[in-house]
């Protein structure tokens, strides 16, 4: 098992493919990168940690504000790590966030085959 790291933002195609990702393995911890919306809105089967940002802000306050809230929760050396919903903007700032905080990434994405490290 391994935490999983997902952006949960904007589109509705993309909350179904995190709500399958989350059911689909049995995750150590969930953390949702997200907004108040996704935190209001998004039901997922399972325990996750919503961590609440404003996505409007600039890249840097983001990256600060990721790592802030992530920080102490990582207990491994690594996450699974995925990025299918939000913005390139969004998928930067989680990425530098925890790069910054020495976690490495393997990137997972839910295929026909079900979940699969890209």
Known sequence: MTHLV???????KSWAHVARL?????????????????????????DVEFVVVDFQSPVGELINNIKKLLSGKI???????????????EHMA?????????????LIAVTKDGIKEL
Do not use: P
């Not at 207990?75 to 903007?89: M, Q, R």
């Open 94 to 106: 989680i990425l530098s966030a925890l790069l910054k905080m020495g976690v490495g990434v393997r």
């Open 75 to 89: 207990t491994d050396l690594e996450v699974a790590l995925n990025i299918v919903s939000g913005s390139g903007k």
């Open 6 to 12: 997902a952006c949960l933002s904007s589109g509705d």
């Open 22 to 46: 989350i059911k689909e393995y049995n995750w150590q911890k969930i953390f949702l990168i997200t907004n108040e919306f996704g935190k209001m809105n998004f039901k997922a089967e399972k």
